[in-house]
């Protein structure tokens, strides 16, 4: 196997576009998109089609949301290798992990962000999501703000206009951290990485989207203990029901300084009362 430096996020590619009854030939840039493998002490768990930027954060945060590891340090050791097939990232666990993950292991391969393609069983798939008890109250303004904040925070996006972000909001300190990836379960991971290795409290903000919401979006947020869901596209059904049970505040179709409360909306403060058609 050689080993290559892992492949540039964004591309250009040779186009012919159709514009107004003209043909024009011309280029566009588009993301990359690489087959990522997970490994554990060489042993395989996962196979995720990805953007290969923020390794590190993915690695990290896919771990968390997996239940793999408790922190970031229980990797003692990854290392990034990429050859002509994809990239692996390769971690050794904490002594007493790597029987813990043995006891639960499962394997994934699925499309571009799918998060739980392979699971062995309906148990598995439907496994109570963590609860939220964090105390939290934003204003209208304030989820107006940070979703403003995240589509001016994406630079692959802007360049490409086909990848995902997932961003983290607080009333301090505002937009704390962005990621992007083509799969949205993949950018949620990488947030979750880096604000996990860099220790900030996920209780105290927000989690915004670029996506719709389906359940696993849901459950991933609840394993971060982040009490605020923010979405640009709708929820599914189930994904409600999962934010309810989870006590997290599902707010979706954020849009301009427009959106709709799906769950647990005491945590949105109002200055005049709530009107409701």
């Not at 042993?43 to 590190?56: G, K, R, S």
């Not at 290795?197 to 696993?216: K, N």
Request: glycine residues 8%; proline residues 6%; contains cysteine.
């Amino acid at each position: 196997m050689t080993r290559q430096a892992p492949p540039k996020p964004l591309v250009k590619v040779p186009c012919t576009a159709s514009v107004g009854g003209v043909f024009r030939r011309g280029e566009r840039t588009v993301p990359e998109e690489t087959a990522i493998a997970f490994t554990y002490d060489r042993c395989a768990h996962a196979v995720m089609m990805a953007t290969p930027v923020d390794l590190e954060d993915f690695a990290v945060g896919f771990s968390l949301s997996e239940g793999i590891i408790s922190a970031p340090d229980e990797i003692t050791q990854l290392e990034i290798v990429t050859d002509d097939l994809g990239i692996e990232l390769r971690m050794s666990l904490a002594e007493g992990r790597m029987e813990h993950w043995i006891e639960r292991r499962r394997y994934l391969a699925g499309p571009t962000g799918c998060g739980i393609c392979g699971i062995e069983s309906l148990e598995e798939a439907m496994r109570p999501s963590a609860i939220v008890n964090t105390e939290l109250h934003v204003t209208p303004e304030a989820i107006s703000s940070a979703m403003e904040l995240l589509s001016k925070s994406q630079p692959l996006n802007r360049e490409s206009r086909a990848i995902h972000a997932a961003g983290f909001w607080t009333p301090a300190r505002g937009l704390v951290a962005v990621r992007e990836d083509v799969g949205r379960h993949n950018a949620l991971d990488k947030l979750a990485g880096a604000l996990a290795q860099a220790g900030v409290p996920r209780g105290a903000g927000i989690v915004l989207l670029t996506s719709r919401v389906s359940i696993e979006m849901v459950q991933k947020t609840a394993r971060l203990g982040t009490p605020i869901l923010v979405a640009v596209s709708a929820p599914t059904a189930l994904a409600v029901r999962t934010a309810e049970a989870a006590g997290i505040t599902l707010i979706a179709v954020a849009r301009g300084r427009d959106f709709e409360i799906f769950t647990r909306p005491e945590r949105i403060e109002y200055d005049r009362a709530l009107n409701v058609a």
